[in-house]
Nanobody
Framework: QVELVESGGGSVQAGGSLTLSCAVS??????????MGWYRQAPGKQRELVAT???????NYADSVKDRFTISRDNTKNIMDLQMNSLKPEDTAVYYC??????????????WGQGTQVTVSS
């Protein structure tokens, strides 16, 4: 009933840029996604938060990506983007789109995409 599809991953040299996109579709009437975000997981490491954004546009970033990444969303098109600049090898990971679904005052679930690979070479 909720599907998130990431796109835009790839391989880039250090200092380069990539833009990731997440398209959200749902058949659940009345559901809203007040909080959405991007997470990433590198080999052998736990999944970590990269950036979050609310429907009102409030953003929060991990210290490691501040001033380099920009998160945005279009609430009418149900699309969330992550503009990544000045990429570093340590940014290499699988990036996942996340959306927290609510209906009224009820929390429904956390929904995840399948991930898109970002590889940054030195």
């Amino acid at each position: 009933q909720v599907e998130l599809v990431e796109s835009g991953g790839g391989s880039v040299q250090a200092g380069g840029s990539l833009t990731l996109s997440c398209a959200v579709s749902t058949s659940i009437f009345g559901i809203i996604f007040n909080a959405m975000g991007w997470y990433r997981q590198a080999p052998g490491k736990q999944r970590e938060l990269v950036a979050t954004i609310t429907r009102g546009g409030y953003t929060n970033y991990a210290d490691s990506v501040k001033d380099r990444f920009t998160i945005s969303r279009d609430n009418t098109k149900n699309i969330m983007d992550l503009q990544m600049n000045s990429l570093k090898p340590e940014d290499t990971a699988v990036y996942y789109c996340n959306a927290k679904g609510t209906r009224g005052s009820t929390y429904l679930d956390d929904y995840w995409g399948q991930g898109t690979q970002v590889t940054v070479s030195s």
